[in-house]
């Protein structure tokens, strides 16, 4: 008893109580009683019982149309943690006092672990100041608002570790397989969260591999390799053990990773998109930062300033005392090194956390650093590797860890110098933590601590009704989807209420486990959001009929109104609620419970649960034109299922009672010719070493061309990579040998495609390759001309000068041979040409989407006055009306083998609205102008200009000021876009195409001249560019509108018993849930799959079922399967390994 | 005074020309290195990589490595710059600051190895 109970451990232990009776009170003045920590993405659950059960199963069918939940079973051990400090705590939810204690506390306790297993080396007051530097810093202080519980599991099993290793280190003879026991239990428990986390073991990763690398150097220096067999083998026992505990969540997550994730994650687009986050994250991370004990991406708005909206950066950035002490910590954690240590396993202690917080600097800093490129390679070329995108936040554990080391051991050495008794050098460590705490004194304030933005913090006073209206959700008897309104901010997707809360992740997601809430949040694919945002359309324009259909066909068989919603305006919110009374006052809907502001309506008629359906009817759509399936609610496509002919089997396609096909818009593609034409960036010139690689690279691509079509595109994209090339040679000043050598191959390639394209002239009729030829041709023939007009050309070389010369009569030989369509222009602006010659032959009908036609000066949509079959004089004739659908339908005609259909439209508007003459002031000087703007004017569209003028024309400059004219404080008017007008080269107008930009409304124009005076001969005219959407739809049998329901049972999430089916046709049997390959169909009680397995309407699951009778049919989420069978192991290791550490400690 | 300082001057000198004539090789050497990578960075291409302060680094390391600079002084240098990046920082030069804290990381990784060796 007293081997255990020495003084000295009693004055460590009453450390301990002090340290932890100090974080009680510290986490007792951030949180009052009534508060929580909610929201942001903290996951935290406002009903931590509930949530912790949804953690059970591989799918989770509360969040729109279901999502996978595979990767979350590792975090069933954390949420029992939640769960369990709940109910101490007597909360429902999840973020209370004793939550956040009980994490700190961990930090601290585990810090002290550690630390004291190095007490007999570096000596009491490193343990007492290590734990101190690790639990209270910037870092952890950033994770408190929401609570990072998967971090700090980590950061656990991190210190766990490190103890491990160094008792390894230390002893010659270590207990190996009792050491991998325990750890294995250890990480087993602190997990971090399962595998959606698996980026915070960034941390770990960096110590792993450093402890390995270190062991191995310090066994080739000491030429003895016992110890680096010893950890081999506990990092072998390790995994090996790790696997077989964590089966349960390895294996659900390995199959799923497998199905879809793996495409995820080596996604170059993934890889690209996380690219500016890295760099974003990166900013304020420089070695200087991270020497200070800084870096914290938020504190920065660039790398070298202060964010002003963080609540404290700016202080600790730039206050010369705070920035000193910043200083001072690395200055002191270097001094400690001078200080002579004899003990040789000291050094290398010493020598691997030197060693660590390098390795780890470097993964923290991420891109910013001089070894930045490093990080990027991997970032971006090794395969897995882009899950590290946020460096700072994953890799930080390690490096916190090294440097509070360090500066511990500094500090500890420091006072161990110093000649005072040792009451006053435990005084002086007093001292030292006092300061750390009043260093680190703004953080501890709750006001700052858990505001992640002006206005909005994590900590809220959880109003009564939430938990109340949980609880009678969890009782009331709800099946089917609840559609939450208002809907969601459609920028930012977040869950935002008056009381406080403000969460990416649908707040009632986070309460109930038993309801299915549907809205347009962040968790939504885009297959499914049209369908959601169209039922919001719908409610909005009170178009009762249809929004009844769809929400049957949806599911949704209630509406979640709340009122306490927080919405930036409040116009959108009024209109939700005027059209839920509108609807309740038509008895569309109708209350069932109102707790508070919270409202739960149900839909009249939504009498079916309709998660299953068998249907005949399926149609065929191409997934790009998913849109097309929920705008459309003509009679006849009402009840449709909705596949892509490229993805079904034979026997599928034998099914279709409709097929949709696209037609493409051919003579929009000259309307804007070379407006938009993208010269490629030019890396290597032909003067680099390099080059000779990227002209063997450019070589293949015109060998690699199958086709004259692609020769013809691999050509002109290298005539535009040598014009690049050569311009930026002119710029540059290179030699004139390397800018001949591209104005030959320009010729060259030139020369390719005029043969080419004249060997076979179908081509000459073909609008895209007119296009293709302009968008190359244009930037090329503006750069030479400009360059042949100037005075430059008197100067250079004759055989340059011929070579520019051939280029540009070549160039506009090339596009003379376009001469037929390309100069019927104005033809083109009034007649739409279509291509049919994808089609096969049989009857088509045409629908023509109606909020891609014209609008005329009041508004009013322009039908095609004809739409003619090409060759013939066939003509589709309009069915229906403008006024009451989204889509026109024509006749049914016969096609065959045609080549396309033209719409003609005539009396298309000039927009352009007058509103007289100016006198203005610009920054240039005082202008007179004529203002005017767009009549029925649409963001979404885009608008020729055309300007002549018998005097003036270039004499004029045109402005657009996109939104509200607004003179600001110094009185000019500046123009959003401002153009100069000339004459156009042929005598044509002055054309000019306005692309507007998201955010302008009703944009005003300026046509300026230079002096005072009003042009008043300017005539502008403005016609909208349009490309109408057309689809032709092939009928190829009757529809059948018999509603087959299927009775199931839901044994769980993933789990369904559907009852026999007996059909007498091929059906299609639709699962309303979002479509994943895991979900496997079996009939007779799990023996046979159902193989054909396909997407339905973008989103839904689907079956083809052949006719017969079909019994016992069971649907089954796989990955639940695996947990079933990974739990199995992982509760057989656990008791194996209990039982061999038992019989371990016992030998 | 004159004298005790000439005298002072003369033994100066003295141990810089035993040290140059004791390090001569190595000076030839430096030298010549310290050439090559100037010359290396004003190279096409080569110099978007060898920027100003990584060569500016890459001479002070080769310093450090070729005159056999004990882990120390280099540590003494580190704190220096540490020092050094504290004014620049207080007085708005935060992107020279910046360079130094990269100095020091890349001294860490010499002293580190000396250490290593020197254990």
């Known amino acids: ?43 935290l659950a406002l009903n931590a019982g509930d949530f912790l059960k949804t953690r059970f199963f591989a799918w989770d069918d509360r969040i729109d149309f279901g999502s996978d939940n595979s990767p979350h079973f590792g975090s069933i051990i954390m949420h029992s943690f939640d769960y369990i400090i709940s109910l101490l705590a007597k909360v429902p939810y999840a973020g209370s006092q004793l939550a956040v204690f009980f994490w700190i506390s961990g930090i601290f306790i585990f810090s002290f672990i550690f630390s004291f297993s190095l007490k007999e080396r570096f000596g009491k007051y490193f343990v007492l100041l290590f734990p101190i530097f690790l639990t209270f810093n910037f870092f952890i202080f950033q994770s408190i608002f929401i609570l990072e519980r998967a971090k700090y599991e980590l950061i656990f099993s991190s210190l766990f570790f490190l103890t491990l290793a160094f008792k390894i280190f230390f002893n010659e003879k270590s207990n190996i397989l009792k050491y991998s026991i325990i750890f294995s239990l250890m990480i087993a428990i602190f997990n971090g969260g399962g595998w959606f986390g698996l980026p915070l073991y960034g941390g770990l990763f960096v110590i792993a591999i450093t402890v390995l690398l270190f062991f191995l150097l310090q066994s080739i220096k000491e030429k003895q390799y016992t110890k680096f067999k010893q950890i081999l083998i506990f990092y072998l026992l390790n995994i090996l053990f790790f696997i077989f505990l964590n089966a349960y969540s390895i294996f659900p997550y390995v199959i799923t990773f497998i199905n879809s994730d793996f495409a995820k994650v080596i996604n170059q687009g993934t890889i690209n998109a996380g690219y500016e986050w890295l760099n974003y994250i990166s900013r304020g991370s420089s070695f200087l930062n991270l020497f200070r004990m800084q870096g914290i991406p938020d504190w920065y708005l660039t790398g070298y300033s202060a964010n002003p909206d ?48 390098l390795v780890s600097m470097f993964f923290v800093s991420g891109t910013n650093s001089p070894l930045g490129f490093i990080y990027e390679f991997l970032y971006t070329r090794i395969p897995g ?11 930080a554990p390690s490096y916190l860890i090294a440097f509070s080391f360090l500066l511990s051991f500094s500090l500890s050495k420091i006072i161990s110098v110093v000649r005072f008794n040792n009451l006053l050098k435990l005084f002086l460590v007093f001292l030292i933590i006092i300061g750390w705490f009043k260093y680190h004194n703004l953080v501890f304030n709750s006001n700052d601590l858990f505001t992640w933005q002006p206005g909005k913090s994590t900590l809220v006073e959880v109003p009564d009704y939430v938990n109340e209206f949980g609880s009678y959700l969890t009782n009331a008897d709800i099946n089917g989807r609840i559609l939450v309104v208002p809907s969601f901010n459609s920028t930012w997707r977040d869950d935002s209420y008056k009381w406080g809360y403000w969460s990416l992740s649908a707040l009632p997601s986070l309460l109930v486990q038993n309801a299915n809430f549907i809205t347009n949040d962040i968790n939504i694919f885009s297959g499914e959001e049209g369908w959601v945002n169209e039922l919001y359309k719908l409610l909005l324009t009170k178009d009762k009929d249809n929004f009844l259909k769809l929400a049957n066909r949806l599911g949704v068989r209630y509406v979640f109104v709340k009122e306490d919603y927080y919405i930036d305006s409040s116009k959108d919110q009024k209109l939700y609620f005027d059209s839920i009374n509108w609807f309740s006052d038509n008895g569309i809907l109708s209350l069932l419970k109102k707790i508070g502001p919270w409202s739960l309506f149900s839909i009249k008629d939504a009498n079916e649960e309709n998660l299953f359906k068998l249907t005949e009817n399926v149609f065929s ?44 818009c051919e003579s929009c593609q000259i309307e804007n010719l070379g407006k938009h034409a993208d010269i490629p960036a030019v890396r290597i010139l032909p003067n680099s070493p390099l080059y000779k690689i990227k002209q063997q690279r450019n070589d293949k691509s015109i060998d690699s061309a199958k086709d004259d079509q692609a020769k013809v595109g691999a050509y002109l994209g290298l005539i535009m990579i040598k014009f690049s090339e050569v311009r930026s040679m002119y710029e540059l000043k290179i030699e004139k040998e390397f800018i001949d050598k591209g104005l030959k191959d320009i010729s060259t390639y030139l020369q390719a495609v005029n043969d080419i394209i004249t060997k076979s002239p179908e081509g000459l009729t073909s609008f895209y ?13 503006r750069f030479f001309r400009d360059y042949v007009n100037s005075t430059d050309i008197n100067f250079e070389k004759s055989y340059i000068k011929d070579d520019i010369l051939k280029v540009l009569w070549q160039s506009v030989s090339l596009k003379k041979l376009f001469d037929p369509i390309i100069k019927q222009e104005d033809r083109w602006n009034n007649e739409k040409y279509y291509d049919l010659s994808r089609l096969s032959n049989s009857t088509y009908k045409l629908l023509i989407d109606t909020e891609t036609l014209p609008v005329n000066s009041f508004g009013e949509k322009i039908k095609p006055d004809s739409i003619i079959i090409d060759e013939s004089s066939q003509e589709f004739k309009l069915e229906n009306s403008l006024d009451s659908n989204r889509f026109l339908t024509t006749t049914s005609e016969p096609i065959k083998d045609n080549l396309g259909v033209h719409f003609n439209f005539s009396n298309l508007p000039d927009l352009y609205k007058n509103n007289g003459g100016k006198i203005l002031d610009f920054p240039e000087g005082t202008r007179g102008c004529l203002e005017g703007s767009i009549n029925n004017f649409n963001n979404s569209r885009m608008y020729r200009f055309q300007i002549s003028s018998t005097n003036d024309i270039d004499n004029l400059r045109l402005y657009i000021k996109e939104g509200t004219v607004n003179l600001l404080g110094n009185g000019f008017l500046r ?49 909208e560019i349009f490309s109408p959407i057309v689809y032709a739809v092939n009928d190829t049998s009757s529809l059948n509108n018999e509603k087959a329901l299927v009775s199931f049972i839901k044994i769980n999430p993933t789990k369904y018993k559907i009852d026999t089916i007996d059909i007498n046709s091929d059906q299609v049997l639709v699962f309303n849930t979002r479509y994943s390959g895991l979900w496997k169909l079996y009939s007779d009680n799990g023996k046979n799959l159902i193989n054909d397995h396909f997407i339905v309407n973008g989103y839904a699951n689907g079956w083809l079922i052949k006719k017969g009778n079909w019994s016992n049919l069971v649907l089954v989420y796989e990955p639940q399967v695996w947990y079933e069978r990974g739990r199995i192991i992982s509760i057989g290791s656990l008791l194996i390994l209990v039982i061999l550490f038992g019989k371990k400690k016992n030998d | 005074m004159t004298k005790k300082f000439n005298l002072l001057l003369d033994k100066f000198l003295i141990n810089i020309t035993n040290w140059v004539i004791a390090n001569k090789y190595r000076i030839v050497g430096f030298i010549a290195l310290v050439i090559f990578t100037i010359s290396f960075s004003f190279l096409p291409y080569l110099n978007l990589v060898f920027t100003n302060s990584l060569v500016l680094f890459l001479i002070i390391s080769l310093f ?56």
């Not at chain 1, 451990?9 to 009534?34: C, D, E, R």
């Not at chain 1, 390759?769 to 023939?781: F, H, I, K, M, W």
């Open chain 1, 1 to 43: 008893m007293k081997r255990y109970f020495n003084r000295e451990l009693l004055t460590y232990l009453l450390f301990v109580a002090l340290a932890l009776i100090g974080i009680w009170l510290l986490t007792k003045s951030w949180i009052p009683p009534g508060y929580a920590i909610a929201g942001h993405d903290s996951g």
């Open chain 1, 310 to 357: 963080h609540a404290y950066a700016s202080l600790y950035l730039t206050n010369i005392k705070f920035v000193f002490i910043s200083f001072a910590i690395p200055v002191i954690t270097l001094l400690g090194l001078l200080i002579p240590t004899k003990e040789k396993l000291e050094k290398y202690t010493i020598l691997f956390f030197i060693i660590l917080l």
């Open chain 1, 385 to 395: 590797f882009n899950i590290f995108r946020s460096p700072y936040y994953k890799f």
């Open chain 1, 621 to 664: 759509i191409p997934k790009a034109q998913e849109y097309f399936e929920n705008q459309i609610h003509n009679e006849e496509f009402n009840d449709g299922s909705w596949v892509d002919e490229k993805l079904a089997s034979d026997d599928l396609k034998n099914t279709f009672k409709k097929i949709i096909y696209p037609l493409n």
């Open chain 1, 769 to 781: 390759l007119a296009s293709r030829v302009y968008e190359t041709l244009n930037p090329l023939q």
């Open chain 1, 975 to 1023: 123009g959003d876009i401002e153009v100069d007008i000339t004459a156009g080269t042929d005598q044509r107008a002055f054309e000019y195409i306005y692309a507007p930009s998201l955010n302008s409304d009703n944009p005003q124009i300026f046509l300026c001249r230079r002096d005072e005076s009003i042009p008043r001969t300017a005539i502008i005219k403005i016609k």
């Open chain 2, 64 to 119: 450090f490595i070729i005159f056999h600079i004990g882990w120390k002084i280099i540590l003494y240098i580190s704190i220096a710059f540490l020092l050094i990046a504290f004014i620049l920082t207080i007085t708005g030069f935060t992107p020279m600051a910046t360079v130094l804290g990269d100095f020091t990381y890349g001294f860490l990784i010499i002293i580190a190895i000396k250490y290593f060796i020197l254990i």
